[in-house]
């Protein structure tokens, strides 16, 4: 069954550094996101991409966070200077269409020291 | 701003029993909803959707009905089994029409445990 993976697993990063979180979506799916889970607390919003654009981003989704679509298959969220407060779990999901099921993949544990 | 909440964050239930999971919204432009389930250190993985023109949608020991004057949904999951022991989330959208957003909202989760 096709699935969402993301990579690393887990990464550990100093406050101020640059993160790259990767995900490979779902190969026929249209849109994709990425949401985060701060530990205790609810899945959040932060991005949707279509169309090799940003169609939405929440209040969350600043300055310092960044996506990218860099070839037919890889699906990109950059951090630019790590803060403590991005600790979270980091979730790549994908649609075949707008506003129905997300797929989610097995997420990306940001620890941020 | 909680526009979906789920007001239980825990239930436990015997084997074989039914479990039913509620989840209340707010925001009336929701026109599609979903269950997830979520183990810990995974993401969550799709259950069972229904759009808001339909009160009921069933798969296998799992249906989910809409109350949308209201604005409730519940889970329920019949017969319980171990295995079902997870975190539920309940989420919320209102682009299923094409003229509302992408995201998905999410309730904070009801964390089900299945006794045996």
């Known amino acids: 069954e096709p699935e969402v993976t993301q990579t690393p697993s887990h990464q550990v990063t100093q406050m101020g550094q640059e993160v790259i979180l990767r995900c490979v979506p779902i190969?026929?799916?249209?849109?994709f996101y990425w949401y985060r889970q701060i530990l205790g607390q609810k899945v959040e919003f932060l991005v949707s991409?279509?169309?090799?654009?940003?169609?939405?981003k929440s209040e969350i989704f600043d300055d310092q966070f960044s996506v990218e679509r860099p070839d037919g298959s890889n699906f990109t969220l950059k951090i630019r200077s790590t803060k403590l407060e991005d600790s979270a779990m980091y979730f790549c999901a994908s649609s075949p269409r707008a506003g129905t099921e997300a797929f989610f993949g097995q997420g990306t544990r940001l620890t941020v020291v | 701003d909680q526009q979906v909440k789920q007001n239980s964050p825990s239930l436990s239930v015997q084997e074989g029993r039914i479990s039913i999971l509620n989840c209340d919204y707010t925001n009336s432009m929701f026109d599609y909803f979903l269950w997830y389930k979520k183990y810990p250190a995974e993401g969550p993985t799709f259950l069972i959707s229904i759009s808001s023109i339909k009160d009921k949608n069933e798969d296998g020991r799992f249906t989910v009905f809409l109350n949308k004057s209201a604005k409730h949904l519940s889970l329920h999951i019949v017969p319980s089994q171990p295995g079902d022991s997870a975190v539920y989330f309940c989420?919320?959208?209102?682009?299923?029409?094409?003229?509302?957003?992408?995201?998905?909202?999410f309730g904070k989760g009801t964390k089900l445990s299945v006794i045996p």
């Open positions: 991409f279509y169309n090799n654009e940003i169609s939405e």
């Open positions: 989420a919320a959208s209102d682009g299923y029409s094409g003229a509302g957003s992408y995201q998905l909202t």
């Open positions: 190969s026929n799916h249209l849109y």
